[in-house]
């Protein structure tokens, strides 16, 4: 009891005088030290806290299965992945589906694509966009945010592949969730985009099946997915929800579809606006769905979580 009566209070002082995170550092630090790593507890951590810069491409490749739980094998494993990926890049070579100018995230596509069997026998054939689009869009921020090529195509694979597998049930639903709680904060936002025919045509694809992939600034964008990779698809709804409150009375203006849409796709946000609406819609929605059970996790606190890590502590 003492010891974490000394922790709460270093862990007070920390915040007082600017050093937000010390101690998660350090918690964080402790959980890497384990031989096996525990991934349940590493979720659990990822749920509360942003995870550090330093050690966040590292986290997100043994919840995404890059990397195993036994740290001793990474080395290993890590020289299989990198033989995989130049044996793909050899691959797309010989089909000539890249060149030295494509694009990173196209290349990582094709690479996936040939690595799933999605690769048509006529090359000429063009196929539906979509899935595609999503992908490319997540890629490109998995290649700005990664090290190297090599990383940016393992994290982009492993991450489409885990979101569909765990969240692809959930997702049609997302859409009514974000209703649900635009009715409970904003009955008037949420009657106005049904007059005006939006609401039923809102970026569901670009905010949901894109994880917010060219939505948001990397740097926020990254804070979000550490909560995604490690198993909230919920939070997704509620990152959409502030965005809607935050741009009200702009939407209140438009009375065409159109034009809500394309501003909601095209405006620049302003993170330090979105993290005050969130956090009001944080302490609203947390004291009003105490006993909520979301997506089969048991805990209630995943809509703490949401706004916590959109807060002020969270972009710093």
């Not at 000394?6 to 630090?29: D, Q």
Request: one cysteine or more.
């Amino acid at each position: 009891m003492a010891e974490d009566c000394v922790r709460n209070f270093r862990s007070h002082y920390y915040e007082k005088v600017g050093f937000r995170g010390v101690e998660e550092k350090r918690s964080l630090e402790l959980l890497l030290k384990e031989e096996p790593l525990d991934l349940e507890k590493l979720c659990m951590f990822t749920q509360r806290f942003p995870i550090p810069a330093l050690y966040r491409v590292m986290v997100w490749k043994v919840l995404l299965g890059i990397l195993p739980s036994y740290q001793s094998c990474h080395g290993a494993v890590a020289q299989q992945r990198t033989e995989q990926y130049k044996d793909l890049k050899h691959a797309v070579d010989l089909l000539h589906l890249v060149s030295i100018k494509t694009p990173i995230p196209t290349v990582c596509l094709h690479m996936y694509r040939v690595e799933m069997g999605l690769t048509p026998l006529d090359l000429e054939i063009e196929e539906p966009k979509d899935d595609e689009d999503d992908f490319l869009a997540i890629a490109s921020t998995m290649s700005e945010l990664a090290e190297s090529e090599l990383d940016a195509y393992w994290l982009s694979r492993c991450f489409v592949l885990q979101f569909n597998s765990k969240h692809a049930d959930s997702l049609p639903h997302l859409p009514k969730s974000l209703e649900h709680y635009l009715a409970l904060e904003e009955l008037r936002l949420l009657q106005h985009l049904k007059v005006c025919g939006a609401l039923v045509r809102l970026p569901y694809s670009r905010w949901f099946r894109r994880c917010f992939a060219g939505s948001l600034p990397n740097s926020s964008l990254e804070r979000v997915w550490d909560k995604v990779i490690s198993g909230s698809c919920k939070l997704l709804v509620f990152v959409a929800l502030a965005i809607l409150i935050s741009f009200k009375m702009t939407i209140m203006k438009m009375n065409m579809a159109d034009g809500i849409v394309g501003f909601l796709e095209n405006v620049h946000f302003d993170l330090y606006s979105l993290y005050f609406k969130s956090h009001t819609l944080f302490k609203n929605n947390l004291s009003s769905n105490m006993s909520m059970q979301i997506l089969g996790m048991g805990k209630v606190v995943l809509i703490k979580y949401a706004y916590y890590h959109l807060s002020y502590r969270a972009w710093v």
